[in-house]
């Protein structure tokens, strides 16, 4: 015991942080797996079935093609941003694993680092993330990816705010910005029940958020090719594509941590020896398992409608949620 | 308000209807694994057939050749003599080539042959990196000797996968690296592409 705990902090943080990449980035391959077969099985397909048993090896078959496919950059594009692009994308995406708790024993939260301002960061680096397509689109030095950054920013710009009130309900009523307070005040009670409304403005902005169907203007084929990342190919492709999945795998932490009570066992089940990380992950499973539910089933938004929802729908509603959360939470103490 | 409730109920029936339908029966037959059941006339490769005692049914009498509207089939007879008879009638095919890529797999030929000699079988899987290895000749389309006369497209029975694996093992039985220049077809579909003005004069004895 007293030899682990000689271990600076700095080691601890590092293995710890590799450890979380290499989970994180398994469960972006099997998360894209899952999302082919799920699209597959409801579209009457079988989906991936080549590649190993029940197709389990196409991530790593899909990896090496993108390896070792061409890195294009076209002629028009600014070649360090075009470049650099994808890495801000991967980098925003990954940095808010920093934060989020998996679990908590009475040694403490499982996390690498308990921030104060836990939700508040959680916003900013979530937000920095647009830069990365943004910067991507206008970099490429062409027609449809620059629409589709432009696209990109207006949207986050417009469901940013939607979300960051849905969020505030959340706040007021646990009294705390620091995730694993967040949790621990779910312990009784999920916030999925009183905030009903945000966590409904949550799940929307949320898919708004990460430039998935239905709100996914930015890489809409039909109209801009495939949007901000038309010019990239090979890998730098695929660090968007992994940056993507990275960030619904984020929001669906979220929405576990803020909403569904995090690592906290639903009513009923509190006796049962399962883990917390266990109801946790099953959770988030959940969650993704609805953002390919979704793909499935909507169509997509026509671009000013996508624009009147969030402006004219979406604010109003978490502002009076807000209102009214506050207004109860003030006379209730 | 009462369309956009209405609104929201579409998109959750929308949700339930997926849902459903990820637990229904798939109708994929899964390819290279599974084969499905062809109809027992279905139009594939074709099969130069044979009599009971071995004697090739191709009389040359080119009939299939006129009646080809994609004129794929050459056919180039010759005189049996009394030693050596290959069919029992007169004449037989010296040559007989059908390029595959040009067949538009009619059945026309199977209908016009007055010997059943030339047949469609449900065999389909031909492809080839190679056109010339798609200008199938007699090696390729004969029954061969130990494997039987070939079955009438009458005779089949309902549904038969065949024998699929036969195209492939067929071809790598029999020397198609020459290409164009193994058949008589290819060799003409060859100095076409050159130019007529060079076709050479050993070409013209056929």
Redesign the interface.
Known sequence: MSAIASIPDWVVILIKSAILLLVVVTTFAYAMLAERK?LG??????GP?RVGPWGLMQPAADAAKLILKEDLTPKTADPLIYRLAPFISLLTAFSVYAIIPFGASSAGTWAIGNVNAGILFLLAITSLGVYGISLGGWASGSKYPLLGSVRSTAQMISYELGMSLSLIGVLILAGTTQLDGIVNAQATWWFIGPQFVGFIIYVITAVAETNRVPFDLVEAETELVAGFHTEYSGLRFGLFFIAEYVNMLTVSCIASLLFLGGWNAPFGLAGVPIPGIVWFIIKVAAFMFFYM??R???PRFRYDRLMAFGWKVLLPVATLNLVITAIVVAFRG | MRKQLYNVGAILRGLGITFKFMFAKRPTIEYPTVKKQHAPRFHGLHELRRYEDGKERCIGCELCSSACPANAITVIGAENSPENRTSPAERYAARYEIDELRCIFCGMCEEACPTDAIVLTPRFEMSDYRRGALIYSKDRLLVPADAGVGVAPDERPNGIPADLGRVADVKSTVDITAGYEATHRGIILKTQRKGLTELKQGDKEW
Request: hydrophobic fraction near 60%; glycine fraction near 0%; aromatic fraction near 16%.
């Open positions: 799920v099985w409801m579209q009457l397909r079988p079935n539910w979704l499935a089933t909507l």
